[in-house]
Nanobody, 124 residues
């Protein structure tokens, strides 16, 4: 199977920066779209950023110009560079990926996987 693990969250002051990482592990053949979501207390989980297998990117309006998503296919990793952080950015950030992976000697399938999340707190 496949596992996604986020890291890099923590406490940061308004105006500060933080870099989140997501690593995929398992019997991976290739990874298609990868996404960052976030969920603030009492709020619904929302899409923050997307990066495709061709490295096209999209961002939500609330983070556009402040966040940058990137990926390293050789390492099966995705990153989210966050600058000029605001208290409104406080949330648990989740990694999501559509993965083509091996299920047997000559078998593959594509599934969507989620990480467990990493907490980002922006406060003075």
């Amino acid at each position: 199977q496949v596992q996604l693990v986020e890291s890099g969250g923590g406490l940061v002051q308004p105006g500060g920066s933080l870099r989140l990482s997501c690593v995929a592990s398992g019997n991976i053949y290739s990874i298609y779209d990868m996404n960052w979501y976030r969920q603030a207390p009492g709020q619904e989980r929302v899409l923050v950023a997307t990066i495709t297998d061709t490295h096209s990117t999209e961002y939500s309006e609330s983070v556009k110009g402040r966040f940058t998503v990137s990926r390293d296919n050789a390492k099966n990793m995705m990153y989210l560079q966050m600058i000029n952080l605001e208290p409104e950015d406080t949330a648990v950030y989740y990694c999501r990926a559509d993965v083509n992976y091996y299920t047997g000697y000559n078998s593959r399938k594509v599934d969507r996987f989620w990480g467990q999340g990493t907490q980002v707190t922006v406060s003075s």
